[in-house]
């Protein structure tokens, strides 16, 4: 009977060992690459999480893509012309805005709403949509995506 009680000890022991070292490895090791759950009502006005941009939306969205030239060529969305556009902080950023202008403005019309993205690190979609909102031409709503291109590729929308 002693033998048994030593056994069930030992045996507990090494399970909260066990227990240890894997919560160790998933703290040190597993949580810094997850990514944490977009709450929208969490977020700041004119930001949108993937989750509630696919419920609300689905494919109704005008695309704008303000990550670095060199980030748009190197993978971007592989969308109708009619549905994406980079703009970009800089010089050319007007010409650019031209250039989409007329399909941001009929994009109310047709029920969609315009994202801006750029990396997750970056705070060019931040400002570009600002200039966005700040014409007062566009009436479609004009968010952020939460996440960035990252968000897009997690939800299966980009490849690399």
């Not at 000890?9 to 040190?28: E, N, P, S, T």
């Amino acid at each position: 009977m002693k033998d048994t009680w030593t056994q069930a000890l030992r045996l507990g022991i090494y399970m909260l060992i066990l227990a240890f070292v894997l919560g160790w490895a998933d703290r040190l090791i597993f949580a810094p690459r997850r990514q944490p759950v977009c709450v929208q009502e969490e977020l700041p006005a004119g930001r949108i999480c993937p989750e509630t941009l696919a419920a609300q939306y689905g494919e109704r969205v005008v695309w704008i893509d303000a990550r670095s030239q060199s980030d748009f060529e190197l993978n971007h969305l592989m969308l109708a012309e009619n549905r994406m556009f980079p703009i970009r902080k800089g010089a050319e950023m007007q010409q650019q805005i031209d250039a989409a202008i007329a399909r941001m403005l009929e994009a109310a019309e047709k029920n969609e709403c315009i994202v801006v993205f750029c990396t997750a690190e970056c705070t060019a979609s931040e400002e570009i949509a600002a200039e966005l909102r700040e014409l007062g031409l566009i009436e479609a709503p004009i968010y952020t995506l939460q996440g960035g291109w990252d968000a897009l590729k997690r939800a299966g929308m980009a490849a690399e």
